[in-house]
Structure formats: C-alpha cells, structure tokens
C-alpha cells in the first residue's frame, strides 16, 4: 500500500511516501479501514521533530529535534518506535473485521478515536497510546485500529470534512467538559484560527457560552465567521486584557492552545474560581506562574489530553445532528504532505489541513 513512513526523528525529508508498505493485518478484536482522508494536526509535527522531548522548552516551530532526547520523545513521554507511520484523524470505510470484532461494521463508513486504550483497563491512562505515534496511522491507504475505537457515522459531510474532527474537536470537546463550561458564562479561546482553537469557539456557542476568539489580525475576519460574540487580535503586548475588555470584564473560563509569555495574564483575567484549561503550547511550554494568583484567587488549573471514549461519542454525536460545522482549510494528496506539513507550520490557515487517499 502507499503510506508516508516516518524514518525518523528530524525535518520532512524523515518522512517518505512509498508504495511498498504491507497492509496491516487486524488482530481479532480489530479491524481494517481503507483510508480515504486524514487530517493533519500539531501532534503529527511535534512528534517528528521531538518537541515533546523535555529538553526542547521553545515554540512548536518545526524546529528542535536538535535538543531532543530519543527517549521521552513522544506525547507520553516515551521514545517513538521507527518505521512509524503517523496521522490520527481517520476516516474511511471498514473492510476487514477480525474474528472477534462485529461483523456489522464491515463495509461502514466510520470516524476513528485516536485513542487506543488497554482493552482490560481502559481508564488507566498511563496505559493509553495514540494512533500515529504508539501504534501505525492513517497517513497510508489502510489502518488497523481496535474495534472499540470506530464510531459509524451517518452524516452527508464529506470524508474530508469528517476527517477534520477526531483529534481537533475530540480535544476541544474534553477541555470544555473538563472546566464544565455552561450555558451563560464566558470563555476566551486563544489560537482561535487553529484546529483545536476554532472547534472550541463552535463548541463552546453550542453550550450557549460568551465566546472571546483570539487569533492573528489577518485572521479575525474568518475567525468572526465562526459565530464568536467578539474577536481581538494577538500580537499586542497586552492580549489578554484587550480581551477582558471585549469580554466586559473577567472570564469563567479560559482555554488556551497557545501558552507562552501570555500564561500569567490569562490567570490574571480570570474570575475569582475561574478555571484554565490547555492542551497545548503553541508559543512555548515554558511559562511563568506566580502562585499567589493561583491560591488567592481560588482558581482551578486543568490539562486535557487523554479524553475518555464518552467524550468521542458526544463528539460523533453533534455531527449526526448538524451541531458543528467543520473548517477545512485545505487538501493535499499524500504524495505532497511535505508541502501539506510546510503550509501547517506556516499557520496561515483557519481551520484543519487534510491529507487525501481517495
């Protein structure tokens, strides 16, 4: 089959296309998907170029495999086995089903959750690998992935649209179910244009949310199509109170993909009791933290990665209903997902980048 191996850690010239990939085999409580369309997502960079390697400490750039440690390179911490092939925002149609899988599935058009949980323990986190970087993914013609992990969907979106959701919104969802974020109250959404950033602004107007979207000036027009009450630019020295601002005063929440200098703001902006949620560190991991506001104003700091597969099916469920609208920025067939890799690290786009099979 055709897929785009990653040989190793490094920049694109790491990843090569080739048409002489075996197909994968599905175990019993597998099955196999004929990939047509997978989306490409910040996890696909990092990983290839090790930035979650604790001794990278600067921006999401492309750049700092360098400074990383094979050994804690991965998400989780660990090294990344190579060949590997990556991409975890699936969507296809199941073609094989393994022995011990429904056989109702087979021939199904189906969205992938990319997390693979131990089928004995499946809350235990620690146990918990991604597709695309502790197991293949689907940046090839056919993916093998457990059967527990594939949601039937029926919906006249395209492959492409849905191959838009598994990693961005399934994140976006966990962190506005993490921080409970209802009906009337208000968030500030930072990386607004990005993937994750502009399902949260979706997601969270579909909870009836005071929604801030924060995003470059030369994105506020199409960030502002996505339905949120205000838009502000980043860039200025003091992001995060421009956006109170807007906001009319502190916020219940804020959910940021971005991180960097503009942490402690954040923190200041927030409502005694308010709540932060990340999932990422667009602008570095290194941040500072006076704990005097975390204590005396009562706030609650949360991370959200490993969501559990609820979160999924909620998620799977808001499309079937036409909750949510999917952003594609663009496609690229595989054979051009060096370019398809360059164009997202440029981050001129809104929305997701999708990677073509079909």
């Known amino acids: 089959m055709r897929a785009a191996v990653l040989m190793g850690h490094g920049g694109p010239e790491m990843l090569q296309v080739r048409d002489d990939v075996p ?21 696909d960079i990092n990983t290839r170029v090790g930035w979650y390697s604790k001794t990278v400490t600067g921006a ?21 086995e190579f ?32 997390w693979i949980r131990h089928p004995d323990d499946p809350d235990r986190r620690e146990l918990t690998g991604y597709l695309g970087s502790e197991r293949d993914g689907g940046f090839a013609e056919y993916c093998a992935v457990p059967a527990r992990n594939v949601y039937p969907i029926e919906t006249p979106l395209s492959d492409v649209e849905l191959a838009t959701f598994a990693c961005s919104w399934s994140t976006a969802e966990y962190m506005l179910q993490r921080v409970s974020l209802g009906a009337g109250q208000s968030v500030a ?19 009836d949310a005071r929604v801030v979207a924060v995003a470059g000036r030369s994105k506020l027009d199409g960030v ?75 706030l609650e700091l949360h991370g959200a990665t490993v969501l559990a597969p609820e979160v999924f099916a909620d998620l799977v469920g808001y499309i079937e209903r036409a909750e949510v ?34």
């Open 23 to 43: 197909v994968p085999v599905p175990a019993a409580d597998e099955v196999l998907i004929e990939v047509s369309a997978c989306g490409i997502n910040n996890t």
């Open 60 to 80: 999401t750039s492309g750049a700092g495999f360098d400074q990383a440690q094979a050994g804690d390179s991965t998400w989780g911490g660990r090294g990344l």
């Open 83 to 114: 060949p590997r092939i990556q991409g975890a925002d699936v969507c296809g149609r199941v073609v094989t089903v393994g022995s011990e899988a429904d056989e109702s599935l087979r021939g199904l058009r189906v969205l992938v959750d990319s």
């Open 189 to 207: 959404v930072t990386g607004a244009s990005g993937g994750v950033g502009s399902a949260l602004v979706q997601l969270a107007k579909r909870r």
């Open 224 to 298: 502002a199509a996505l339905g949120p009450d205000a838009v502000v630019a980043r860039g200025g020295n003091r992001v995060p109170e421009a956006a109170a601002r807007a906001n009319g005063g502190p916020f219940d929440v804020v959910a940021d993909v971005v991180g960097g200098p503009d942490f402690e703001g954040w923190l200041n902006v927030l409502r005694r009791g308010g709540r932060f949620v990340t999932s990422g560190a667009i602008a570095g991991p290194m941040v500072e933290l006076d704990l005097r506001t975390l204590y005396l104003k009562d």
């Open 325 to 358: 609208t999917p952003v594609v920025a663009g496609t690229f067939p595989l054979e051009e997902i060096h370019a398809a890799q360059a164009a997202f690290e440029r981050k001129e786009h809104i929305g997701s980048l999708v990677i073509t099979l079909r």
